[in-house]
């Protein structure tokens, strides 16, 4: 059953077994676990319901229908802004399709360092049922458009290392407008696999239910409270009060509103760690103009990458960054090019010509969540010096993929605007300033925030996602990751989500919770 | 992605702003000359007809006619696209939205550029004054100009003409007004 949260006229109250807050990957994998295994569920969203028949393909509209403050979230310094989906089906409905799993040294890093009592063999078990349930597949080699075949011919011509990434798309189109929603439904997002998998058996989804609490009492979480908002807007007016009651309560709203829900509802935990130890894996766009029309806007944007210069360190997990290819609009593309006036024209000119790629850099927890006094969000990140030096790093080595590739200039999202054309000019690289004046990073990937761990002492959540401290109350989303899984991280919340969601029916089952 | 505009940033930076717009409301609007003098659109839903105006000058500066392209920020109305924009945006957005093109408005006189708010500073005054913020000394000076290009691009780039101009066919399915546009051709 779905309940339209912006038509409902009256106060909302309803009871359950699980009461799931989030829609997206955690959250629409864990409901349909708990519905297949009988339990009486309620998924609430704070977006709305929209499917393929709303997706326009145009940022001007998309952007407000499908992410969180249409796009515009930041940090602080305004460095970062961390792009996250607001709709029924989560990022998973804005973002690249792109499906990988934690790497093992990093899962063996959690295991070893954090006291992450997760069996590897439980961990693949779950990463390929998410993988079966969306159709996971590698993109065929004729899939690949134009920009992405240039980023393999560079990095072969370079002897790097590179390869294609698995998706979970069937019968694509090509059309290229994966980030605003894909309006054939090719992509198989938990919008159209998942929450209808969890309908089927019986889950009620509500959507435009903005959870603002979660309920405790006699010391143990039992329901949530909130309003069921309008449909339009970023922040949409209340219209009717929501309330649910669970025995289980299970936040799934991500690593930025997670903690936050956390802390509006004034659930501490002993570990002091709700909110803190945030990773976004900052990425810098790096674009490159080529004599040939290159039409990088149709086809799928991110289906090749090169992880030549991604490393593991045991200290920390994985470092070095990654070069991915990525495109977008013309609204997307234009915020990038570093000019102004003329120049800038003359650049956006030449838009069908240009190729575009990311550097990824994993980076170590170094941000925290919470509410200003105004009650906006506040996301504050100290860019690492050696997350600094990557992100030059491997702008050097993106223009040097392309330049090997036959572009005729590069040029990283920097501003002043930075031109390479040849191999001399690479040096111009080695001192550029990566601040809020010379840059915007995207982060499409913010984990960390409620760590999961053993001890109760530095972990909010245990291995399963179960709360340390609070019975009835679990979380299944990225902030539960102790530190950057350091790949796409659709696939490593489905897994992870998968495994707390078959310990809370175990529990139900054996009458334990 | 378009940029939030701190609000902190502007509530310090835009006080005294706050304080000459008492004083700006009675001067005559229409002296903008960066904007081509042009009359706001009847239907504003979020700006001013002033901040319009001020937009507009901004628009006319980041996107200017001619060049690689004819097409600039005038030809589409950039900043009545904008305004259209913001209709459900956060009202907390919005204000500082407000308060910063007040701060841009009169930014000349705040900054001891000129004697007189943007809209009515001749082209070439305009077009240094909006130019010398990317070099502020000042944080949230430098953050408005950078946020403001953004909302400016986003709006001139989600148009036909700027499609037009730079090779992109743009989106594959059809929205309702254009369908219906099709049919009664």
Sequence with gaps: MIIYGSERV???????????????AGGAAAARVLAAAGAKVVILEEGGYHTSFDFKQRE?????MLYRDRATQRTRDRLVNVLQGRCVGGSTVVNMADCARVP???????????????????FEAASERAEAALGVAEIAADQLNANNRKLLAGAEQLGWRRSRFHHNRTECTGCGFCLMGCAFDAKRSALV??????LADGATLVSNARVERVVV?????????GVLTEEHGDRPAARVRLEVAADVVL??????HTPLLLQASEIASASGQIGRNLSLQPQLPVLAVFSERMVSFRGIPQSAYCDEHLVFDPRV???????????????????????SGRDHKRWMARFAHTGSCLVLVPDQPAGSV????????????????DVEQRIRDGARAAARLYLAAGAEVVVPALRPLTEIRNEADLARLDDVAVNPDATTLLSAHPQGTCRMGEDARRAVVDSRGRFHGLEGLWIADASVFPTSASTHTMIPIMAFADLAARSIAQARAARTI | MIPEIDRRTFLRGATGAGALLVFGGALPLGACVLAQASDPPPDLAVLSPRAWATLACFADHAIPRGGAFEAGASDVGVAGLVDGWLVGADSRLVTDLRRGLALLEWGPLLLGFAARPLTALPPESAGAYLASLTTSRLGFVRQLHAALSELCLLAFYSTRSAWRAIGYDGPIVLGLAESVELERR
């Design chain 1, 193 to 198: 696999t998942l929450v209808p998998a969890a």
């Design chain 1, 370 to 385: 919470a509410a200003d006094e105004t009650g906006r969000t506040r996301i504050d990140y100290a860019l690492q010096p």
């Design chain 1, 10 to 24: 009256e106060d909302l109250s309803l009871r359950c077994d699980v009461v799931v807050v989030g829609s997206g």
């Design chain 1, 317 to 339: 997990g994985m470092t070095g960054f990654a070069i991915e290819g990525i495109a977008g609009g013309p609204v997307q593309t234009a915020g990038l090019v570093g000019a």
């Design chain 1, 104 to 122: 093992r040294a990093v899962l063996e890093h959690w295991q070893r360092d954090f006291a992450v009592e997760i069996d590897t063999a439980d």
């Design chain 1, 251 to 256: 936040l799934a709203c991500g690593a930025v």
């Design chain 1, 217 to 225: 009492r006699g010391g143990r979480a039992v329901g949530v409270q």
């Design chain 1, 60 to 64: 001007r509209e998309m952007l407000p």
